[in-house]
Nanobody, 113 residues
């Protein structure tokens, strides 16, 4: 059974950057698409970005051009590089393998001055 652990969250000023990591254990994630979701207070969870097993990426309109999803199969890790952060990006960010129904515990990102 694959387990996912997010890290790299924290407090950052508007315009700043953070890189989230999603480290997998228990099994390789290389055969699977991996996605990042986020959930802001009082809002529904929403898809942020997805990377397929072949490396094809898709993004939500609200992060396209600012966020980059990538994967390092040798490290069994998926990343989310977040640049030009805005206060509305404040949320708990989760990585997930939808095919397996597996979610991480989440990483809090707070964008505030």
């Amino acid at each position: 059974q694959v387990q996912l652990v997010e890290s790299g969250g924290g407090l950052v000023q508007p315009g700043g950057s953070l890189r989230l990591s999603c480290a997998a254990s228990g099994s390789s994630v290389s055969p699977y698409a991996v996605a990042w979701y986020r959930q802001a207070p009082g809002k529904q969870r929403e898809l942020v970005a997805n990377i397929g097993n072949g490396g094809i990426t898709t993004y939500a309109d609200f992060v396209r051009g600012r966020f980059t999803i990538s994967r390092d199969n040798a490290k069994n890790t998926v990343y989310l590089q977040m640049n030009s952060l805005k206060p509305e990006d404040t949320a708990v960010y989760y990585c997930s393998i939808q095919y397996l129904g597996v979610w991480g515990q989440g990483a809090l990102v707070t964008v505030s001055s």
